[in-house]
Antibody, heavy 121, light 110 residues
Framework: EVLLAESGGGLVKPGGSLRLSCTGS????????MNWVRQTPGKGLEWVGR??????????EYAAPVKDRFTVSRDDLRNTVYLQMNSLRFEDTAFYYC????????????WGQGTLVTVSS | QSVLTQPPSASGTPGQRVTISCSGSSSNIGSNYVSWYQQLPGTAPKLLIY???QRPSGVPDRFSGSKSDTSASLAISGLRSEDEADYYCAAWDDRLSGPVFGGGTRLTVL
């Protein structure tokens, strides 16, 4: 069974930083493309960023609203993908999900349960 | 304002067939595959359809997807009460260089 578990969410002040983790099991993590998707409470979904598998080049891409503030990285030995969030803004408040796959090839085929990030003074 | 446009709500009675539309442009739906996601209340999204019309294993064949030009549709036949959820479409956008989602459609089973 594929499982993804996010952690690291919480309350942070504007301008602050937070690091989210997502640990996977039940699949070959090192071959998986890993994504971060966020959802503002009561609103829709927004893709945040992606890191390809190392065999596929390990390329990292970001959505425009988070580029230069957020960093996606992975540790395949720990089966974990990270989202380092810096210079946080009120509008970054959301549930953050990690998800496997490519939107065009497989769709986002497995999702974690999400972790809530609240940016508030 | 989402890049892909979905109706905010849809409804149907048990046993009915319901369709949810998703409208985009040449830079997303018009040139890339569409996927669909179901989000039950309080849970994470779940993949329903990928590559326009492919179902992952375990997804009932009551769910089907189609695409034409810059629009896509999700059809649910034999509607059940447990289908009451939010549904999202998604596609890669060549201009934005990333995936984009629709704003979601809340399906109510009357």
């Amino acid at each position: 069974e594929v499982l993804l578990a996010e952690s690291g969410g919480g309350l942070v002040k504007p301008g602050g930083s937070l690091r989210l983790s997502c640990t996977g099991s039940g699949f070959t993590f090192s071959n998986a493309w890993m994504n971060w998707v966020r959802q503002t409470p009561g609103k829709g979904l927004e893709w945040v960023g992606r890191i390809k598998s190392k065999p596929d080049g390990g390329t990292i891409e970001y959505a425009a609203p988070v580029k230069d503030r957020f960093t996606v990285s992975r540790d395949d030995l720990r089966n974990t993908v990270y989202l380092q969030m810096n210079s946080l803004r009120f509008e970054d408040t959301a549930f953050y999900y990690c998800a496997t796959g490519s939107i065009s090839i497989t769709g986002f085929d497995f999702w974690g349960q999400g972790t809530l990030v609240t940016v508030s003074s | 304002q989402s890049v892909l446009t979905q109706p905010p709500s849809a409804s149907g009675t048990p046993g009915q067939r319901v369709t949810i539309s998703c409208s985009g442009s040449s830079s997303n739906i018009g040139s890339n595959y569409v996927s669909w996601y179901q989000q039950l209340p309080g849970t994470a999204p779940k993949l329903l359809i990928y590559r326009n019309n492919q179902r992952p294993s375990g997804v009932p064949d009551r769910f089907s997807g189609s695409k034409s030009d810059t629009s896509a549709s999700l059809a649910i036949s034999g509607l059940r009460s447990e289908d009451e959820a939010d549904y999202y479409c998604a596609a890669w956008d060549d201009r934005l260089s990333g995936p984009v989602f629709g704003g979601g459609t809340r399906l109510t089973v009357l």
